[in-house]
């Protein structure tokens, strides 16, 4: 992905009620970078649920960090809830997996990738960040049969 390149190693994800305020998700993702000691140069994407993909919220953190948004189906961030550090029942009958926050940072993160900060909570989000230790350049969410990637600077991909 141009641009892209010397970007860090870490997937911020997140998690939002419908029409949560950007400025609460840009604060909640700065909090959890402070909280995990690492820098906004070293996030190489934001990652969601696919039901999130249209919120202006995702694209205001996506947009401030410079980086493409990509977001999973439920389905797939249920595959990550072995590894998820706070598995949630009330998460899981809202949307179909067990985290949104931490399975999206990990399953955009990749195999082997790791929970740097957990699930971190506002009053309307939650944030959650991974880090991966494979070339993240090019980046993309792993829908089923299409790709529900958005570079928050182009559009739809």
Do not use: W, Y
């Not at 010397?6 to 909280?35: F, H, I, K, N, S």
């Not at 990652?47 to 493409?68: I, K, N």
């Not at 940072?105 to 989000?125: W, Y």
């Amino acid at each position: 992905m141009p641009g892209q390149e010397g970007r860090g190693t870490l997937v911020l994800g997140l998690g939002c009620e419908r029409g949560t305020p950007a400025a609460e998700l840009l604060a909640l993702a700065e909090t959890v970078l402070g909280l995990s000691g690492r820098s906004a140069a070293e996030v190489s994407a934001v990652a969601s649920l696919d039901t999130r993909a249209a919120e202006p919220a995702m694209h205001a953190v996506a947009g401030r960090f410079g980086v493409p948004l990509a977001t999973f189906p439920a389905a797939r961030l249920e595959a990550e809830t072995p590894r998820l550090a706070n598995p949630s029942a009330i998460v899981f009958a809202h949307t179909g997996c067990h985290g949104v926050a931490e399975a999206a940072a990990l399953a955009a993160a990749g195999e082997g990738s790791v929970l740097v900060c957990p699930k971190t909570k506002s009053p309307r989000a939650t944030a959650a960040i991974a880090e991966s230790f494979q070339s993240l350049g090019g980046i993309r969410s792993q829908a089923d049969s299409t790709s529900s990637h958005i570079d928050s600077s182009r559009g739809a991909v």
